[in-house]
């Protein structure tokens, strides 16, 4: 299987942007892990900066769960800020829209 997206759009600008996951998993699973990772999404208040040293724009850190497991799982969002990166993810959760590569 190839990476799979959550996509939505920026409701400001209109630009799209979203998070690409590599599980390999069919698209029903693909849809549970979504679907668990937007409702249980916590920012760990990391980030790996992208823009210099005093930059916070980069790639922000966060917790999520895909029931039934209780183990937490690392992912990360790019964003300028914290508060970017909380309402991208909030934003994703609101409007986000799954996308699947398409088989042959």
């Known amino acids: 299987m190839e990476p799979w997206s959550i996509v939505a759009e920026d409701p400001a600008t209109g630009e799209p942007f979203g998070l690409v996951l590599q599980h390999d998993v069919d698209p029903e699973l693909a ?18 900066p992208t823009n210099g040293h005093r930059s916070l724009k980069g790639h922000y850190l966060f917790l999520y769960f895909v029931a039934p497991e209780p183990v937490a799982r690392l992912a990360t969002i790019w964003a300028r800020s914290f508060q970017d990166a909380e309402d991208k993810l909030n934003i994703l959760a609101s409007d986000g829209t799954l996308l699947m590569p398409s088989s042959g």
Do not use: D, K, S, V
């Open 31 to 48: 849809e549970h892990i979504a679907r668990n990772l937007l409702a249980t999404f916590r920012l760990t208040g990391g980030y790996l």
